[in-house]
C-alpha cells in the first residue's frame, strides 16, 4: 500500500531516502481517524508526543479495530518488504560508506524492543554475545503530537538499522514541528568516535523537512545519523499526526564505515531506563 517506488536519494552525510505521496490523502485521512478514534494511548513522551507502540495490549486492540493501520503495519512487518528496503539501500548507495557488519538472518515478526527498564550492566547481559548472529524486527508507533513537542538532536538506539517517519497531514513551516538532519560542523576523514547525544555547538543544521501529507522517509541509524524535531505549535488546533518505525536488531549494531569498525559503547549506569534510552557512543575500534 506504500508506493516506494518513488524513493529518492536526498544529500545528506549518511543515507536519506524521501518519497512524497507515498500515502494517499484518503488513506491518510483514514489513518489520522483511526488514530483520533483510539480511545487511549500507552505514554506520552518528548514534550506532548503520545503513542500507540507495538507490543503493547493497547497496539494489539488499536490494531484489531483499525482497518488501514492494520494494513500498513502488515506491510512493514513482513520479511519481504524489509528486505526491499534493504535493496533500495544498496542500490542506491552502491559506494555504501556505511555497513553493518552482520546482516541479520531472522526475522521475527511478533518481537519489538524491550520496553522493561534496566540499568546498563543488565541491558549489556540482555545483548549478551548475540552481536554476530542478530535477528531483526519492526518497532512501530503510530503518533500523535500537540504543541510544544520538539526533540534535540540525536542518534537513534544502538540496535536501529533503519528508521522510518510517515506524515498523515500537512504542517505550515511557521508551525514548526520540522524533521531536522545535522552534521558534525567539523570535517574529519575518520572520526574516533560518535556520541548519541552531542552538544548542539557542535553540529550544523543540513537539511529541513516539513511534514507533507503521504511522505515517508527512510533514514540508515548510523553512528552520525544525527537528527531532531524542531518545536512544534499547534495551528487552530491542528495536531501532527505521524507514524514512527524502525527496523532494528536484537543485538546493537556494529557500523563500519569504509574499512574501519565503530563499537558500541554503553554508558555505565545505575538508573534504571529504557532499553532505547540508554546513552551509548559509537567508538573506532583500532585494534582491528
Ligand atoms: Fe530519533
Not at 485521512?29 to 480511545?39: A, G, P, Q, T, V
Not at 560508506?97 to 541491558?123: C, G
Request: aromatic share 14%; proline share 4%; net charge positive.
Amino acid at each position: 500500500m506504500l508506493k516506494i517506488k518513488k524513493l529518492k536519494k536526498i544529500k545528506t552525510r549518511f543515507p536519506v531516502m524521501l518519497a512524497e505521496k507515498a500515502l494517499n490523502s484518503k488513506q491518510c485521512e483514514d489513518l489520522i481517524n483511526e488514530i483520533k478514534n483510539s480511545s487511549s494511548f500507552d505514554d506520552m513522551i518528548m514534550g506532548g508526543r503520545s503513542r500507540i507502540n507495538k507490543g503493547s495490549k493497547n497496539f494489539k486492540r488499536y490494531i484489531k479495530k483499525s482497518k488501514i493501520s492494520k494494513k500498513l503495519f502488515t506491510t512493514f512487518n513482513n520479511p519481504f518488504f524489509f528486505k526491499k528496503i534493504q535493496s533500495i539501500f544498496k542500490k542506491n548507495y552502491k559506494d555504501l560508506t556505511w555497513s553493518n557488519t552482520y546482516d541479520p538472518k531472522k526475522f521475527i515478526k511478533n518481537k519489538f524492543t524491550n520496553k522493561k527498564l534496566m540499568n546498563s550492566s543488565e541491558l549489556k547481559k540482555m545483548y549478551g554475545n548475540k552481536y554476530r548472529n542478530p535477528s531483526v524486527n519492526l518497532d512501530i508507533d503510530f503518533s500523535v503530537s500537540k504543541s510544544g513537542y520538539r526533540l534535540k538532536p540525536h542518534r537513534d538506539d544502538i540496535t536501529r538499522l533503519y528508521n522510518f517517519l510517515i506524515y498523515l497531514n500537512d504542517i505550515p513551516k511557521k508551525n514548526g514541528g520540522s524533521l531536522t538532519i545535522y552534521q558534525k560542523k567539523k570535517n574529519t576523514k575518520i572520526r574516533s568516535r560518535f556520541r548519541r547525544f552531542p552538544k548542539i555547538s557542535e553540529l550544523a543544521l543540513c537539511k529541513e523537512f516539513t511534514p507533507k501529507q503521504g511522505s515517508v522517509i527512510f533514514f540508515q541509524s548510523t553512528p552520525n545519523s544525527y537528527h531532531g524535531v524542531k518545536r512544534f505549535k499547534e495551528h487552530k488546533g491542528q495536531k501532527r499526526f505521524f507514524i514512527y518505525g524502525s527496523y532494528a536488531l536484537s543485538a546493537p549494531v556494529l557500523w563500519k564505515y569504509k574499512n574501519v569498525t565503530y563499537l558500541p559503547f554503553i554508558k555505565p549506569t545505575s538508573k534504571k531506563l529504557l532499553t532505547s534510552s540508554h546513552d551509548s557512543n559509537y567508538i573506532l575500534n583500532k585494534s582491528a
